[in-house]
Structure formats: C-alpha cells, structure tokens
C-alpha cells in the first residue's frame, strides 16, 4: 500500500506543479483537479490495514470478529465526502472561467491582471 | 524567469516536506477506537451492513447535512453565473439517439438501486445521485433541443431537502438526537428494510444529488 501513498503524493505534485506552470486557466482546472485525486488516494491509503477487507459487513466477515477483519471505514468517509465537494468547486470554477471568457475573450490568465500587486 | 524560478523553488519545498511524511510513515496495525466503535456500533447499534453508510448518515448526520448545503451552494452559484442561453443545435448520430433512448430507463433504474441499497452494498445517495444525473445527460448528448421540466426538478429538490432535515427534527422530538436512525424500527441486519431511517435518509439524498446535478448539466450545456 505504500505504492499508493506515493502515487497519491506524485499526484499531488504533479497537481500543484500544473496549478502553478499554466497559463491557460483551464489547464489550472485541471492542475486542482489531478491534486484533488492525490489527497483522495493519500486518505484513502492511510486507512488501510493489511490483509483486512472493505467495511461492508456481509458474508466475507465473520459478524463477532469484524473488528480485526475490516479496514478503517474513517478515511472512505472523508474520502466520499471529497470527492463530493471535489466536483461542487471543479464545476464552480469552470464556469467562472466561462464567465471570464464572456468578459475579456481570452483563457491566458496573464490577461487577469486586476488583482495583481 | 523569476516566476520559474520561484515555482521550481516551491516544488523543491513541497517534494522535501511531502518526503519525510511518505519515508516516515507507519501502518498501522489495529483499528483506533473510534473506528472499532463505529464498527461494532454499525452492527449492534444499527443494524446496518455497510459501516461507511452508517458513519456518513447517522454517526456524522450534521456533517453530511453541511455537504449537501454545500452542494446546494454551488449548484446556486453556477445558475447564478451561468443563466439561461441557447445553444447551437447539433444533430446527434442515430446510433447515440436510440442506444440512448433505451439505456436512459436502465441508467435511472440502477441509480435507484445505487442509492436504496446503500446501507448493504457499497453505494449510496451521492453516487446513486451521479448515476441519475448521468441518465440526464445522455439525454441531452442525444438530442441537444431537449427541454427539462424545472418546476418538477426543482420540486423534487426542495422537498427532498426539507424532507431530511424533518427525518432529523422527528429524532429530536422523541429525544434520540439529530438525524437519528432509530426513530423507525430496526429490522433485520442485512435485509433491504432494515437499518431504521437509513435507507429513507439515503434515498432523499440520492434523490436531492440528482437533481441537483442535472441542473448544473442543463444550466452548463447552454454555455
């Protein structure tokens, strides 16, 4: 499992590198997006317990035992939350860029200058 | 230049720090006791199958609550942004138009499933909401001219929402807390009617997502 911790700490990475190399705001999108999986596959690889099975609690775990048969069901909870409001900010911040484009017909965020100092 | 270097500088600083945790990390071994508590719970206290659903839906009630808020709020902000536009009409190929014509039904019928089983399998109000929404979109994909009834999405929005915040006021009023499951009867672990107000709760999520999310397809695909 810690193969996933990496992979979600490259993704990571790669996500904030995005965020802050583009210049297109788009690709910025994007950027936050594949940052936001990272964190979603560090969580979720935090809660694991070797040899242990998803918190579901049908055949596959014995009923009186289940607490040293299932993984932590925390991080699947703040997870699933995530990836909930994950999506809300993505879809909010597409169409911000929208509303932008409609203003100045440009998606190069060098053409935002308003707020800089 | 100095941009470059900055943003190469921070990458340095966020690789150095992210490395000590990943080199440094520990599995852990056993549950910690909140979580053994929410497991033992989930059986015993609740009579559910799938503890992730217990934890979102009672255990964390308020908290889902603030995300179903939250989920409202953008769904506001993107109407409120975007408004309503005509799009150019596309002819889709006949292929999509009746491949979709049949799967819409299906697509809606397994995110019911999704969303009302969410207390055994894994699943349930968000990603049954997803599924449904996806239904709404393929619609869309298939014929672009086609018109939503936003009375009735919007109805089933509101109620759907002001139906769960009653299931929790009810568990307040007989005194078992906030968005109590138990306020109905048990049931049997592991059937479909079972877990007390689980499933009910779910449902009006699932349902809430729904709508939610194919509003923000319908208000986007004007664009």
Known sequence: MIFALILGFALLVIGIYGMLSQRNLIKIVIGFSIADTGIHIIIVSIGYLRNRTAPILNSAVNLKNAVNEVVDPIPSVLVLTAIVIGLAVTALMLSFVVELYKKKQSLSIDDYQELKW | ?223
């Open chain 2, 1 to 223: 230049m100095i941009k470059k270097i900055f943003v190469i500088l921070t990458m340095i600083g966020l690789i150095m720090m992210l490395s000590s945790l990943v080199l440094n990390f520990e599995f852990v071994e056993q549950l910690n006791d909140l979580s053994a508590d929410y497991v033992t719970g989930s059986i015993e206290d609740l009579k559910s199958q799938n503890v992730v659903t217990s934890v979102i839906v009672t255990y964390r009630g308020l908290d889902t609550l603030g995300e179903v808020t939250v989920l409202f709020l953008a769904t506001a902000g993107i109407g409120f942004l975007l408004g309503k536009r005509k799009g150019k009409k596309r002819v889709a190929s006949e292929l999509l138009q009746t491949s979709s014509s049949f799967l819409v039904a299906l697509i809606i019928l397994l995110g019911v499933y999704i969303f009302s089983h969410g207390h055994l399998t894994p699943g349930g109000g968000f990603q049954g909401g997803v599924v449904i929404a996806n239904a709404f979109l393929l619609l869309i994909l298939s014929d672009a001219s086609i018109k939503f009834n936003h009375t009735i999405l919007q109805l089933v929005e509101s109620l759907s929402g002001a139906f769960y915040v009653i299931v929790g006021i009810i568990g307040l009023v007989l005194t078992i807390g906030f968005l109590n499951a138990k306020i109905i009867p048990l049931g049997e672990f592991g059937r479909l009617i079972s877990a007390g107000a689980i499933p009910i709760i779910y449902s009006l999520i699932g349902l809430k997502v729904g709508s939610e999310l194919t509003n923000i397809i319908d208000t986007m695909r004007g664009e």
